[in-house]
DNA sequence: GTTTGCGTTAACAATTTGATAATACACTGA
DNA sequence: TCAGTGTATTATCAAATTGTTAACGCAAAC
């Protein structure tokens, strides 16, 4: 399994991703204008041009945050937000609705579909932006946790960059690093190799399948203890 | 008329912990009509009549969500939010802004002091009962996000997982897994051997019919007890 | 300019998993 | 009872997946 994309990335500090961003809207006009201001906000903004567009793009890109045009040819929005949201990888995603239509009707019906906002056209771009950055905040805020984290006798110092095991310093590569406090930012949960993939390398690299098979066989080497267990055909987990 | 509404099932399901909201307005009808909404969806609400009072309740009740009117006497909405942000007891709260004032300026003035929407007067009370439930529901989601099911002692972890039946840990293999987790999601419903094939194996695998029998096997043996019942000449359905 | 270490890939070994065939078993109705 | 049909069991082999080591390119450090 390889993944096929351009060779752009560099260490994805848990703290500063740049947060990706899909649009779909039949509009040309409203897609440049929306794109224009969240790239000038440092969002990394993808488009589609109708439902069908945006479904295939949202897979593809795996989006921090959708905003779906109600009425589009094809699909239109509140469908695709039922399509996504039905499917494991969008459960969480942020999805946001931009339409014309402000009838009561729709705007109810588009929130109980999921959406976590409602906006309706005309909207200032800047205002746009506004409840984009509010969203994100949010989402942060509820993820974030301390620069150290403690899992048994392991601990994670992001701040300083360091592994202590049983006191011990442990010196690990970044990719290693990251690897680790991933897998153990959830102790018990498996990650699939495409969540590490994509939480460690990102999207936008190009890497192998023994890739993260060697990283992970540094990290059981230099903790001298295995605490990260295989999941045969599915992924990796970090138990004590 | 009856919708399907699956999101609008699930926030109040979520609600069985009774959610607290705060509603600081100066005009009394408004404070009454969004209470009354509030309320029959589920929600306890309190209200606070100016800027003073709402930071007074908020202390004291330490509310889920905080609805500011921008313009009250006293302490006005913003400078509220500002406040109520610094301690930490509110860094995490919900803040919303309901406000007639709609330029610009002052939306985002108020998103970016933190609050988690702007929401322009006169809003129709079901929309406002949407937004909040919208808002509660990317809390809770953001929490739970355990995908454990529970049948009898049987306990099957797709976050990590694992299986556990009477309290020890058995090993599956992913075919064996994912089979065991489809029976088990529907106790007593007989799985056709085709719907098994669909959702375990995928439509674009063809596979012989001995093929499930095997893995059924398997799973018998492993869990040491025929929890799985076959129902000849249509499928499986499991049972405890 | 050389050295060093990281990240990656290639190549092969080791292991696990999954599918099939062959056979045995259970149940049904004539 | 005996075919006839459908399932259970087992062994076996192919395929998929992962583990391990070595080597290479590259960039930063010396």
Same mark, same amino acid.
């Given at each position: 399994?390889?993944?096929?994309?351009?060779?752009?990335?560099?260490?994805?500090?848990?703290?500063?991703?740049?947060?990706?961003?899909?649009?779909?809207?039949?509009?040309?006009?409203?897609?440049?204008?929306?794109?224009?201001?969240?790239?000038?906000? %440092?969002?990394?903004?993808?488009?589609?041009?109708? %439902?069908?567009?945006?479904?295939?793009?949202?897979?593809?890109?795996?989006?921090?945050?959708?905003?779906?045009?109600?009425?589009?040819?094809?699909?239109? %929005?509140?469908?695709?937000?039922?399509?996504?949201?039905?499917?494991?990888?969008?459960?969480?995603?942020?999805?946001?609705?931009?339409?014309?239509?402000?009838?009561?009707?729709? $705007?109810?019906?588009?929130?109980?579909?999921?959406?976590?906002?409602?906006?309706?056209?005309?909207?200032?771009?800047?205002?746009?932006?506004?409840?984009?950055?509010?969203?994100?905040?949010?989402?942060?805020?509820?993820?974030?946790?301390?620069?150290?984290?403690?899992? %048994?006798?392991?601990?994670?110092?992001? $701040?300083?960059?360091?592994?202590?095991?049983?006191?011990?310093?442990?010196?690990?590569?970044?990719?290693?690093?990251?690897?680790?406090?991933?897998?153990?930012?959830?102790?018990?949960?498996?990650?699939?190799?495409?969540?590490?993939?994509?939480?460690?390398?990102?999207?936008?690299?190009?890497?192998?399948?023994?890739?993260?098979?060697?990283?992970?066989?540094?990290?059981?080497?230099?903790?001298?203890?295995?605490?990260?267990?295989?999941?045969?055909?599915?992924?990796?987990?970090?138990?004590?």
């Amino acid at each position: 399994m390889i993944h096929v994309k351009p060779y752009f990335c560099e260490a994805k500090n848990s703290m500063s991703i740049l947060k990706k961003i899909l649009i779909a809207d039949d509009e040309p006009d409203i897609l440049e204008i929306i794109q224009f201001n969240l790239q000038a906000e %440092g969002y990394q903004v993808i488009t589609a041009k109708n %439902g069908d567009e945006a479904i295939e793009a949202a897979k593809k890109n795996q989006p921090d945050l959708i905003i779906l045009d109600i009425m589009m040819p094809g699909k239109n %929005g509140i469908e695709v937000c039922n399509i996504l949201r039905i499917q494991p990888a969008f459960k969480d995603t942020l999805i946001v609705f931009l339409s014309a239509l402000s009838d009561e009707q729709t $705007e109810i019906r588009g929130l109980e579909t999921g959406a976590d906002d409602y906006l309706t056209k005309p909207i200032s771009p800047k205002i746009l932006v506004s409840k984009v950055n509010a969203l994100f905040r949010r989402l942060n805020k509820d993820k974030d946790e301390t620069e150290i984290v403690t899992v %048994g006798e392991l601990v994670i110092d992001r $701040e300083k960059y360091m592994i202590k095991f049983k006191g011990n310093d442990i010196v690990l590569a970044r990719k290693e690093f990251e690897l680790l406090a991933l897998l153990a930012s959830k102790p018990g949960k498996v990650f699939l190799r495409n969540e590490i993939l994509n939480q460690v390398w990102g999207t936008e690299v190009i890497v192998g399948d023994r890739t993260i098979d060697v990283h992970i066989r540094k990290i059981r080497q230099k903790l001298n203890l295995d605490c990260i267990t295989t999941v045969k055909g599915v992924g990796y987990k970090f138990e004590l």
